[in-house]
């Protein structure tokens, strides 16, 4: 139990596209779910926490307009990076807490987004 | 705010040995959660073990164990009868009891010798 997908996987888009990465939680419903961000070799670095139904909340230095967070529904959250750059390629990984359960976070597989 | 403070960016084990990560913590909070994620080359993480702060027995999982010393703020993780499995990055992560932002440490590279 306790599943996390990402997708896509990988994504390799061209510069000033947008581009959308989905996080699922599988077999349980989360209320919240976090967006990191990690460089190669670098350690993950928190984006912003989305709460379902309500905005997310970002973390200092991050552009909310750069990238967009919304989580319609307690198994869905949607990452969108929009007018991505090459400086935006990272590794992106997306983590879900259960409902009620603050303690616990499971991570989905990571998606790796290269912009040319 | 919490600070979370891994000191070897690297490691090497031998096959079988047994290795011990280091950990240090700042927090001004009494009760709180530890963890241990491994990042394998997949990038997946997973949770290794857990401490809560509140337990003065040290969690252990398997071949997993960890030295949890509040006073001190250290939270070392020792991987006895090392395995080629067990080369990954790990990350040294901190929660507060009532919140569920995770703050983890830059991570160490364990490289496991055959």
């Known amino acids: 139990g306790a599943v996390v997908s990402q997708h896509p996987s990988w994504v390799i888009c061209k510069s000033g596209t947008s581009v959308k990465i989905e996080c699922r939680s599988l077999?349980?419903?989360?209320?919240?779910m976090f967006w990191y961000r990690q460089f190669p070799k670098q350690s993950l670095m928190l984006m912003a926490t989305s709460n379902e139904g309500s905005k997310a909340t970002y973390e200092q230095g991050v552009e909310k307009d750069k990238f967009l967070i919304n989580h319609a529904s307690l198994t869905l959250s949607t990452l969108t990076v929009t007018s991505a750059h090459p400086e935006d390629s990272s590794f992106y990984i997306c983590?879900?807490?259960?409902?009620?359960?603050?303690?616990?976070?499971?991570f989905g597989p990571g998606t790796r987004l290269t912009v040319l | 705010a919490q600070t979370v403070t891994q000191s070897q960016p690297e490691m090497s084990v031998q096959e079988a040995e047994t290795v011990t990560l280091s950990c240090t913590y700042d927090t001004s909070e009494s009760d709180y959660y530890l963890f241990w994620y491994k990042q394998p080359p997949s990038r997946q993480m997973i949770l290794v073990i857990r401490?809560?702060?509140?337990?003065?027995q040290n969690a252990t999982e398997n071949r997993f164990s960890v030295n949890f010393q509040k006073a001190a703020k250290s939270f070392s993780l020792k991987i006895s009868d090392s395995q080629l499995g067990d080369a990954a990055m790990y990350f040294c992560a901190y929660k507060r009891e009532y919140g569920n932002k995770l703050v983890f440490g830059a991570g160490t590279i364990l490289r496991v010798k055959s």
């Open positions: 983590s879900a807490s259960p409902w009620r359960s603050y303690n616990e976070q499971f």
């Open positions: 401490q809560e702060a509140y337990k003065q």
């Open positions: 077999d349980f419903q989360a209320t919240t």
